[in-house]
């Protein structure tokens, strides 16, 4: 069985698909079979980090969702963005991207989708690609959508950013989490201004929340700059960002 | 000259100082939950002996003496440079110390004063927060979704102890 990290944050620009695919490629890495599932339908985005776009993509999780083609038909191996020469069956990652067409789009947010159908993809999904690992790359704030992906993850990963807006909306968010009875809920805390004690934050975030925050990532020039072009592990190895994603990688396969 | 330290023990949540100590004339201080420290904290996840401090002729250091480390900018560290505000942790899950090597000058000031820079950083609105909570979790899906979620935790339970029967 596939263990599933569901990755969220409660508003959209926290860096949620930018760290969902440096940590999955981690994973892989590790010698693991991985997915990305992106689950953001009415904003995708993940599908840019790993070079695609309109042209390239023949199948999405929209076509699984209107009944076009099976789920795997619409998952591409991309390994080859965080492993230069891949072989054998592990170390491997694919991504099923969202569509990027403006109509597929449109569709979504005017009919909506039976959200049971999601959930069957991805159990699905998982077997027909034999995943260690499936990362869903979830919609910014609440919906049914959401929900589903934190009733069926063994890890909820939230992403926010040392503000006040984000530290009210992830509340909610936590709190339902509790309430679903995830697991375990992981904290990562990215943007964080040079000069903000960190420790103190750190302790602040846990004592209100009641959940680990497993990385705090500060404010950083480069990563904004490769933003959603490349994998920032894969270009920037040593990089102590890349480092403290590490530690969070090893921390979602313990 | 030694400059004095301050050393405030932290409400982690709030991080509100608890209780301050000023030591004048000093180059070390030791801290932990055994009672013959020159700091004692009651704290169940703090060493007996787990640090102390270290004026090293040009500035104070925190030292780690336990297994338990100390942890800075959520790193775990061997050893702290204290500038303006440092502020640690002593262990994973211990206590949250904030140090001053630029002390007050009056001995009394540090327990009365107020301290902008020991407020949390964040503000929460817990009453907002639980209407919003209650909001969804009243909906009929999260109910619908409550209970797939129990039915499938019930289901895997029985497959388990199908299991471990045969």
Redesign the interface.
Known sequence: MAKIIAVHSFRGGTGKSNITANLASLVALAGHRVGIIDTDIQSPGIHVIFGFNQDNLKYALNDYLWGNCKIEDAAYDVTRAAIPEPNGDRPRLFLIPSSVKTGEIARVLCDGYDVGLLNDGIQSVSRALSLDYLFIDTHPG?N?ET??SI?ICDRFMLIMR???QD??GT??TV??AH???VQEILLIVNKVPQG??????????E??YKAE?V??LPLNAEMASLASSALFSVRYGDHPITQTLKGIARRIMT | MIPPITVHLLDSAQGHPLQTWKFDDRDSVTMGRSPDNDIVVTDPYVSRSHAYLKFDGDQWRLISLSRQRIYFEGQVVPEVPIDGGTVCRLGPHGCYLKFDQTAAQQDDRATISFDASTMPILKLDRERMQQEVSQFVEAPYFKQLKEAIRQRREQKEQQQLEETKH
């Open positions: 609440v049914e929900l589903l009733a040392p503000d006040n530290f009210q509340a909610v709190e339902l309430r679903l009875e903000m004690e960190a420790g103190m934050l750190q302790g602040q975030i004592s209100t925050v990385g705090m």
